[in-house]
């Protein structure tokens, strides 16, 4: 088991962070964030293009590089650290991986070489936000009736995956859909969010034509998705937790009150070790669960629901501190630590609140009766 990075691994970390810095500063984070775009798509090109990044984790078969979930986190530890607003979760980790695991060779084929390149921009509806059925009919196809909501990206998305519970089976058996983004009966509303870097829309399904993606029961490959889509989330989080750790480690150093370094009041040492120590946890956590994805499949449903049941409070806690700390400028717009403090709500929730996770850890170490 290997809890630290290799030295490909922190080249690759290196690269993301510097290209992000260059073009995703936090200046231009806001721009985009207050302007109701949803991401800058210059950037996007760029690392699709040449840092290869939104094929990282799919197999050359299909157009990518075939790196692993290691890797993924590596990168989604960068993107949140620099809170870069892009589709790469929607697209690059949850679309991606569900068409990886559906075990539909032709589906994949047909669709993940415009994913791996960028050139195609992709989302799943998350099972837990729909309320979608798919009615057969009787020349092969399917319709979808119902509401998925809280759906990511799903506003530029050229190609959006919908789970849906199929009329006529079993209670909780679910289906895969492709819908395209222009299907009759979709519409499409953008949702007023806490995070403005991570844009969510509802889809209302009227009678919309749609294709089935691999077996007519999906729940094993959705629950493995979301197993993977978990580590990657935690990742993200890892990075914009250590962000807002260095970045008040830092405003300690400097600001001075009462005629002294407020790093140097004990009430403020105390909090920033206990900040430093959530971290040290975290980022164990996080390097388990990616070793798991690759090397430990049997151990990822554990490690995926510890990773979100740790990560999502602890890294909204630290985002808390960090905007408590920096005192009064720390509440305005103008301070880039609401920023961190809306992503850190937003992705504790995004896949379920903590208390979903803790359950689901509990069910797998066989805590439940």
């Given amino acids: 088991m290997r809890l630290i ?13 510097g290209f992000l810095a260059g073009t995703s500063p936090m200046a231009r984070v806001r721009e985009i964030a207050e302007s109701g775009t949803p991401y800058d798509r210059v950037v996007w090109e760029r690392m699709a293009g040449e840092l290869g990044l939104t094929g990282l984790a799919v197999p ?3 157009g990518g590089s075939g790196f692993g979930q290691a890797e993924l986190a590596v990168v989604m530890e960068e993107l949140g650290a620099a809170l870069t607003p892009s589709p790469f979760f929607a697209s690059a980790v949850l679309a991606a991986g569900a068409l990886l695991r559906l075990g539909d060779e032709d589906a994949a084929k047909e669709l993940l070489p415009g994913i791996a390149s960028g050139q195609v921009i992709a989302t799943l509806a998350l099972p837990d936000d729909t309320t979608v059925r798919a009615a057969a009919s009787g020349d092969g ?11 990511l990206h799903a506003m530029d998305a050229d190609l959006i995956l919908v789970a849906a519970a199929l009329d006529g089976a079993a209670p909780g058996e679910l289906g895969v859909f492709q819908v395209a983004p222009d299907a ?31 077996p007519a029961n999906a729940g094993e490959a959705l629950a493995h998705t979301l197993d993977l889509a978990s580590v990657a989330l935690a990742a993200e989080q890892l990075g914009g937790l250590r962000r807002c750790l260095d970045a008040i480690v830092e405003y300690a150093k400097l600001r001075v ?7 140097s009041f004990q009430g403020v040492k105390h909090r920033l070790a206990d900040m430093h120590c959530t971290l040290e946890q975290a980022e164990s956590i996080v390097r388990y669960a990616a070793w798991t994805a690759d090397e430990a ?12 049941s740790y990560l ?6 630290v985002a808390k501190d960090h905007l408590l700390l920096h005192g009064g400028i720390g509440f305005t717009w103008e301070h880039d630590a609401h920023l961190y403090y809306k992503r850190a709500k937003s992705a504790e929730l995004l896949l379920g609140p903590p208390r979903l996770h803790r359950r689901l850890l509990a069910d797998r170490l066989g805590l439940t009766g």
């Fill in 141 to 151: 196809t399917w319709a979808l009736h119902g509401v998925a909501a809280r759906v």
């Fill in 184 to 214: 009759p009966g979709l519409t499409r509303t953008p949702l007023t969010t806490l995070d403005l870097t991570t844009p969510q829309a509802r889809l209302d399904l009227a009678g919309t034509p749609a294709r089935l993606v691999g």
């Fill in 297 to 308: 499949p049997r151990e990822l449903p554990v490690a995926a629901a510890l990773a979100q």
């Fill in 5 to 17: 990075l290799s030295d490909e691994q922190k080249e690759l970390a290196g690269s993301v962070r």
């Fill in 257 to 263: 009150q009462f005629g002294r370094y407020i790093g």
């Fill in 312 to 317: 999502g409070p602890a890294y909204f806690q």
């Fill in 60 to 62: 050359e078969a299909y």
